[in-house]
């Protein structure tokens, strides 16, 4: 049975077929139910239209959850209360961070909101990074850069935790998140900078807008951009993993410095007056400025 099931998972990601299948699929259902796009992932290039007219583009192997809701449900379609506040920040944004970019996402859209911004994508795991390049490669997208650390509190060295092999779906330095859920993830040694320390390095400012996903170092991250959030005021949207014993950092962080916390639902963003998700998803911070 086993056997079988394999068999039919390559068939359906082989290109000759899936390409046509998905295109057919998505044509006849317009708008298809969850089942669809998660039993028949997309394989090769997908692209979308975005609100400017733009077009963004993206490969997908069939082993990343990120194109392939693109491909199904448009540009917005995947963390669709997110992608809509981040691109109406990105849209005027100076600089903009996207820390654990995974293969791209958010930095490629900054880039095509703003063609005038500076976009910067961090992404320490060298396959994964691979695929952001090869996605922005796809999108000629000069004002976006790849910088493949991770980023931290302090400069450095540091275990990073990911699959053995492939994209992984959630990869990064907190070993004690991350190996309940993946028991045989392997780690491998990458450099780590501060949001400071790099900024400084190019002697950049302007920061207006930050995307961070680093599953359970958010509270790390955020000390070591101390200095950019009290001279920039940028706009955060942060993951909250809910049950981690990291809402109590990140509010403490962020309530000295003037910002308001709000949780990120389908529909928008709703006040809260403490950082709590039970289940896990984005708060966005917004600044005393804005």
């Known amino acids: 049975m086993t056997t079988l099931r394999d068999a039919a998972k390559g068939l359906r990601a082989w290109p000759p077929l899936n390409r046509p299948a998905t295109t057919a699929v998505r044509a006849i259902l317009r708008r298809p139910p969850e089942a669809v796009a998660a039993h028949l992932p997309r394989v090769g290039p997908v692209q979308s239209r975005l609100p400017n007219g733009a077009r963004m583009r993206m490969w997908s192997g069939g082993d990343d959850w990120v194109p392939n809701r693109v491909f199904w449900f448009g540009w917005n379609g995947y963390e669709t209360g997110e992608s809509a506040i981040f691109w109406a920040r990105a849209r005027t944004a100076r600089v903009t961070l996207d820390i654990g970019a995974h293969v791209g996402f958010y930095s490629l859209l900054a880039g095509h909101a703003n063609p005038a911004g500076r976009v910067f994508g961090f992404e320490a795991y060298g ?94 991250v955020l000390e070591g951009m101390a200095g950019t959030l009290r001279r920039d005021h940028p706009l955060v949207i942060a993951e909250v993993l809910g049950g981690r014993d990291k809402e109590a950092p990140l509010r403490d962080l962020m309530t000295p410095l003037g910002y308001s916390m709000h949780i990120i639902l389908p529909d928008g963003p709703h006040p809260r007056d403490e950082v709590n998700h039970d289940t896990g998803g984005n708060f966005l911070f917004v600044p005393p400025t804005a």
């Open 127 to 220: 396959p994964t990074a691979a695929r952001f390049r090869r996605n922005l490669a796809m999108n000629g997208l000069p004002n976006v850069e790849v910088v493949q650390v991770a980023v931290g509190e302090k400069v450095g060295e540091a275990p990073f935790f990911h699959v053995p092999t492939g994209i992984p779906c959630s990869a990064g330095l907190a070993g004690h998140v991350l190996l309940p859920y993946h028991p045989h993830s392997v780690t491998t040694m990458v450099p780590v900078t501060t949001v400071d320390t790099f900024l400084a390095e190019r002697r950049l400012t302007g920061v207006d807008l930050v995307k961070m996903d680093t599953e359970g170092t958010e509270p790390q």
